[in-house]
């Protein structure tokens, strides 16, 4: 059958956030004109809990639920299965629909250690699949405009840069325990969570992480509300560290407890003939900076709105005209795009498996940096009981 006449059967296992945002992916996908002719099919979805899957089943437009990943290793109907579970479910999971020859997207981590994410891609290699981690930012269009920048030499040489991730679904003391307390289910906190999104970033935009040269992780609140019984917190709500790419040396820091921040990815770069950078504050654009004859008049970085000239845009926008908007849904259609292009092309992604242990090394040289797996705690950590006595 040629490429163009294929139709491809998904599964999305894990109907939860991340779950929904592979079905909008998938489900956006035929947007792409190199997609042209090429049919994704939402086949199935899966979760433990069978209203979720029933529900993203509706909201989504899939053929058919369940609630057990069974169901779909042996159904040879389905040519792609998309991951979006717990990170302590990754391995288990991902092991046996590997090893059912189907192409794998899974969400990162790709496991909840270093160890685990090295064994995960050994064994995918074993296969001739596709197989795709959920890197979402770099499918951002603005910030793959600026990576492009960076990468061609527009700025020169990079010398510094700066990556932060934000969020504040945690600084509430009395947000209920789940599994991303629990370093065991998880690998990590902030680091894992948010931060793995950064260490990517870097990689993307300025280049290989050659160096951890310190880290600091912090938990700074100790326990959570578990159904009545408060559960000890295992994993960092705060992680910060000093990297090395190249002679570039960069700060990093992410937090889940960033009052205020409900969710912010920035990244900045300053090197020998310029600087950029892009935040998720603003999505939809990226700012540079090129120090070629400046008039000190009207010197200064300039606002780059994005486009069809920029990566990704053409395909994912529903105006393909500037300044009409791209921001994180559009990221995951990129993504799902790629992913199903590297499918039909027949060859692997950028953000592989073998990215996914990139990012994981790195990860797991901050936390060996910071002294300790699970993170140090002092008398000044806020207990949740306390704070709401
Ligand atoms: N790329 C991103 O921006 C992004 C954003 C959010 C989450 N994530 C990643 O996605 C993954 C899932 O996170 P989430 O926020 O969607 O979690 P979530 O808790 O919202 O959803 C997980 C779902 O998996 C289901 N589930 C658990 N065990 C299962 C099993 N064995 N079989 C079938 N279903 C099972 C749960 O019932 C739940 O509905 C994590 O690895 C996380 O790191 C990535």
Not at 77 to 83: E, L
Not at 268 to 295: C, H, I, M, N
Not at 333 to 338: G, I, K, S, Y
């Amino acid at each position: 059958m040629s490429a163009s006449a294929r139709t491809l059967r998904v599964a999305v296992i894990g109907a939860g956030m991340a779950g929904q945002a592979h079905a909008f992916g998938f489900r956006n996908a035929s947007m792409s004109d190199a997609l042209a002719g090429t049919r994704v099919e939402l086949a199935r979805i899966v979760d433990a809990h069978l209203p979720a899957a029933e529900a993203a089943a509706s909201r989504y437009g899939f053929t058919s639920f369940g609630d057990d990943v069974q169901s779909v290793i042996d159904d040879p109907s389905i040519d792609i299965v998309s991951v979006a579970l717990p990170n302590g479910q990754h391995r288990e999971v991902l092991l046996p629909l590997i090893a059912s020859g189907k192409h794998i997207f899974t969400e990162k981590p790709l496991g909840v250690s270093l160890r685990e994410a090295a064994e995960i891609a050994d064994f995918a290699a074993r296969f001739p699949a596709v197989h795709g981690v959920g890197f979402s930012y770099r499918h951002i269009p603005a910030l793959a405009a600026l990576a492009r920048e960076v990468q061609s030499g527009t700025i020169g040489e990079p010398y510094h840069f700066e990556v932060v991730y934000y969020a504040s679904h945690a600084a509430d003391p009395t947000v209920p325990y789940t599994w991303r307390f629990d370093v065991d289910r998880s690998g990590g906190g902030a680091l894992i969570d948010l931060g793995i999104h950064c260490i990517d970033t870097v990689r993307f935009v300025v280049g290989e992480i050659d160096e951890v040269v310190s880290g600091v992780m912090t938990t700074v609140i100790d326990r959570r509300n578990d159904r009545g019984t408060a559960e000890e917190v295992t994993n960092d709500d705060v992680t910060a560290a000093v990297l090395r790419s190249g002679r570039a040396v960069g700060t990093f820091i992410t937090s889940r407890v960033a009052r205020g921040e409900p969710n912010r990815l920035t990244i900045a770069v300053y090197g020998a003939k310029g600087s950029g950078g892009f935040s998720t504050d603003r999505y939809d654009e990226f700012w540079l900076y090129q120090a070629t004859d400046p008039e000190p008049a009207v010197d200064g970085p300039r606002r780059v709105v994005a486009g069809p000239a920029h990566p990704y845009y053409a395909d994912v926008s529903s105006f393909r005209s500037r300044g009409v908007g791209t921001g994180y849904g559009e990221a995951f259609v990129a993504e799902m795009q790629d992913f199903l292009r590297a499918i039909v092309e027949d060859r692997q992604l950028e953000a592989d498996f073998s990215a996914a242990v990139a990012s994981m090394r790195v990860a797991d040289e901050i936390i060996e940096k910071a002294g300790a797996r699970r993170p140090r705690r002092d008398d000044r950590s806020v207990d949740a009981d306390a704070d709401a006595a």
